[in-house]
Nanobody, 121 residues
Framework: QVQLVESGGGLVQPGGSLRLSCAAS????????MGWYRQAPGKERELVAV???????NYADSVKGRFTISRDNAKNTVYLQMNSLKPEDTAVYYC???????????????WGQGTQVTVSS
């Protein structure tokens, strides 16, 4: 069984930084892509950033220049470095990964449990 485990959320003041991590475990053949989504109260879940196994990235316009996504393929882990945080970044952040398990030929989408990020003074 594949699992995504997130860590690194918390409370931070405006202008501060946080780093989120998400590690995938289980019988994994390949992961592509990995990404982060977020959902604020009363809003739809939205894409924050995504990264392919080759390192290509894509960001939401609202976080460009402030957030950086990276991954360690050997550890099946994706990171989100968040700088210059704003109150509007407050949300539950979810890790997402498209994974092919060993012995399978198709991929499935997996989600982490979510981690709360609160930006407030």
């Amino acid at each position: 069984q594949v699992q995504l485990v997130e860590s690194g959320g918390g409370l931070v003041q405006p202008g501060g930084s946080l780093r989120l991590s998400c590690a995938a475990s289980g019988s994994i053949f390949s992961i592509n892509p990995m990404g982060w989504y977020r959902q604020a109260p009363g809003k739809e879940r939205e894409l924050v950033a995504v990264i392919t196994s080759g390192g290509s990235t894509n960001y939401a316009d609202s976080v460009k220049g402030r957030f950086t996504i990276s991954r360690d393929n050997a550890k099946n882990t994706v990171y989100l470095q968040m700088n210059s945080l704003k109150p509007e970044d407050t949300a539950v952040y979810y890790c997402n990964a498209r994974i092919i398990q060993r012995g399978n030929i198709r991929y499935d989408d997996y989600w982490g449990q979510g981690t709360q990020v609160t930006v407030s003074s």
